[in-house]
């Protein structure tokens, strides 16, 4: 019995370790798993793949994240955009600044001092960067032979490479595909891009631009038009117009300049007693005697330039006008012109079916001396029709000075004739049998100075001839019929 016994105990021991061999726990099912799959060569080539991008994408992570580090640490942006004035310097001092590079010579506007450079330097400098995306700018001129078309190259749209003052500047000049809707011209940017120990540059390179451009237009009158809401660059400059090819009656034009001149120098007068600073002027007369061509001298004179806007015009409002006033460029003489537009009936439509401008007496007077008028502002009023203004116009604040250019006086065509013939008539032999003809004609006071001035012109150098066709001017006398006189008005046609 016992036998049996233990032999009993042992089989059964036997069969459960039979059993546990043959069931196994949790822990070699997972070891023979993971055996399994480590065994299989597609699963380690696949894992051994997958761990590579995962670590490539973590390091190209974490490149991203440090380059974009080192770039806020260690560079510095500067972007400009083309609705700033400066862009088109920038483009046209990145070409001169490349082209006296080349040329081994330095930019006038910039003038360093020159030093002792090592050899090192020396041969760094030899290898300055060049551009290699241009654009063509042509400039052709009115009149004049053919041959004498300008052409200029600017640097182009991409990335350009320029080394100033031994500091390297990455150009990324772009252009978007929206398109500014007042004029047509696509959105462009233009971003500067240094190391940030070098931040100083840019406003070296801006104060040379700036310069360059003044120099570029040094002796020009700058000519601006309304375009939408904002003053547009009309045309080319102007070649200043001396202040001397202008004759008013004497004292007149010296009175106006004075005043002018005293205004601008008064500032600082006008902020401290908590005045509007800004002063008005009203030129009327007859058509070509000379208000347009005054003002433009005066601009001149002064150093200023020009925004000219015509009251009459198609789809001006006196919300448009206010506006325009409030954004008159930096040293700008603003030109109003038909003034007496605004005083018109404008509720009868013309042959055309236009019934005339949209501008108002209410608009004018508003946009000149109101509450959201501009300050810091000269600006002129021309109308050949005086008659039609309101006595509300002609007040000080809106309108200062009144001055009425009338017909040409003894005077101006004595004027007139010197500039013309004082070196052929020296002796002024011809000056004195002209005059006296003018004086049997009765022209002084009857004809105007543009009248007399394209006599001459068509005679350039012949007085004989100036004499003998002044009789035809007399077929073109112009009385001063309707002549209204204004308070504090001065009539250089007396």
Not at 263 to 270: G, V
Not at 314 to 335: M, S
Not at 423 to 430: F, I, L, S, T
Not at 485 to 493: K, N, Q, S
């Amino acid at each position: 019995m016992a036998s049996n016994t233990s032999s009993s105990s042992q089989h059964g021991r036997n069969g459960v370790a039979k059993h546990l061999h043959v069931e196994g726990g949790p822990g070699d099912g997972i070891a023979s798993y993971f055996s399994h799959l480590t065994g299989n060569p597609f699963f380690t080539a696949g894992f051994s793949l997958a761990a590579l991008a995962a670590a490539a994408r973590i390091g190209q992570k974490g490149i991203q994240h440090g380059a974009a580090l080192l770039r806020r640490r260690m560079l510095v942006d500067l972007e400009i955009t083309r609705h700033d004035e400066a862009y088109p310097w920038l483009l046209h001092w990145m070409t001169a600044f490349h082209r006296a590079q080349l040329a081994g010579t330095q930019l006038s506007t910039a003038p360093k001092p020159t030093t002792k450079r090592g050899i090192i330097a020396s041969v760094i400098e030899r290898f300055n960067p060049r551009l290699h995306h241009l654009q063509v700018r042509t400039v052709q001129p009115k009149t004049g032979p053919a041959h004498a078309t300008h052409f200029s190259l600017v640097p182009g749209h991409g990335q350009h490479i320029i080394r100033y003052d031994g500091a390297l500047i990455l150009v990324n000049r772009q252009r978007e595909k929206a398109f500014d809707m007042v004029n047509g011209v696509p959105f462009e940017t233009i971003t500067l891009t240094t190391l940030y120990a070098h931040r100083n540059i840019f406003e070296e390179i801006f104060a040379e631009a700036h310069q360059l451009a003044r120099q570029m237009e040094e002796g020009k009158t700058v000519i601006y038009n309304s375009m939408g809401p904002d003053w547009q660059q009309f045309g080319e400059p102007k070649r200043k117009r001396p202040l001397d090819s202008v004759v008013l009656e004497r004292g007149v034009k010296e009175r106006i300049v004075e005043d002018v001149q005293a205004f601008i120098a008064a500032r600082t007068w006008y902020l401290d007693r908590g005045i509007p600073y800004r002063r008005g002027y009203l030129l009327y007369g007859p058509p070509g005697t000379g208000k347009s061509s005054f003002i433009q001298a005066l601009a001149g004179h002064l150093d200023f330039n020009i925004a000219i806007l015509n009251v009459s015009e198609r789809g001006l409002t006196d919300d448009r006008l206010n506006h325009l006033l409030t954004k008159v460029p930096p040293r700008t003489v603003v030109l109003l012109e038909d003034a007496d537009a605004a005083f018109l009936n404008r509720r009868k439509p013309g042959a055309d079916g236009y019934s005339g401008a949209t501008v108002t007496f209410s608009g004018l007077l508003n946009a000149l001396d109101g509450v959201a008028s501009a300050e810091e502002r000269i600006i002129f009023l021309t109308t050949n029709h005086v008659e039609r203004l309101d006595e509300a116009l002609i007040r000080p604040g809106r309108v200062d000075m009144t001055v009425r250019l009338g017909e040409a006086t003894e005077y101006q065509i004595e004027q007139l004739w010197d500039r013309f013939y004082a070196d052929v008539d020296v002796g002024g032999e011809a000056k004195q049998r002209f005059m006296a003809k003018v004086k049997e004609l009765r022209l002084a006071n009857a004809v105007s100075t543009a009248a007399m001035q394209g006599l001459f012109l068509y005679n350039k150098d012949d007085v004989e001839g100036a004499i003998h066709m002044v009789e035809g001017l007399t077929a073109g006398h112009r009385h001063r019929e309707g002549h209204v006189e204004l308070p504090g008005h001065v009539d250089a046609g007396r």
